[in-house]
């Protein structure tokens, strides 16, 4: 990924836990990596091809003048988001913000917060099987469509399959979604969970009917195996209702625990059917 680079943006601003710090502000200084694209830019030389650095600083300093924070873990924090939301080309951001004045009371130079954040790819899978199946799907995919915090969302095409696990049930509506996100995986579990409760889903049976499902499947490389997620979704090798769907997203991306591809576990599921 090519970068664009922004060196010690001097900005003076009220940020800190003292009340005179937020009363008379001080100088902070912003360097900022950023990660995008910068090939058609420099083969069309053509600045609508990339991101403008200019209105980057304006737009830094006018975030950073306008909002108060006491930490400035807090200020990098938002305004690493709010660059990634204000410039679409902008797939990461590495974002250092300097406090030279700092009210340490011992000789220093600077104290600073540096952090690295970026737009992360996921991949989640849709079941229904009562009331409006397909209506429930689509208004899920709506509402990831519709967050800020998530963006150039894929949806795969709905397929009908017959219940998993053995609970007497009627057949589900299945489907997969691509996304990007600025959410980390326990943020995108939350906010899959409050569309599920919004579509009235009861977790009465394991296994059992329900009105909406959401799952992460995939987040980028990242594993857990605790007991709030499970990513990679532990069972997607065995069903072929999430692995149809996913292989029309994405046939060769690879489950970081098993090294296969999700076409070579669809393959390996219908050998074993």
Known sequence: MDEIRIENLEIYAGHGVFAEENRT?????????LYTDTYKAGKEDDLQYSTHYGEVCHFMNQFLKEHTYKLIEAAAEQTARQVLLRFPLV?????????PKAPIGLPFETVSVKIHRSWKQAYIALGSNMGDKEGYLNE????????PLIRKVEVSDFIVTKPY???EQDDFLNGA????TLYTPYELLIFL???EQEASRERLVHWGPRTLDLDVLFFEDFVSDDKVLTVPHPDMQNRDFVLKPLCQLSPYYMHPVLLKSVKQM????KDRA
């Open 25 to 33: 502000g001080q100088p902070f200084f912003v360097s900022a990596v």
């Open 91 to 99: 797939k990461a951001i590495d974002l250092e913000i300097r406090k």
């Open 140 to 147: 899920a995919v709506t509402k990831l469509r519709q967050n």
């Open 165 to 167: 696990g053995g609970v």
């Open 177 to 180: 979604a691509k996304i990007e």
């Open 193 to 195: 969970q409050e569309l």
């Open 266 to 269: 669809l393959s390996e599921l």
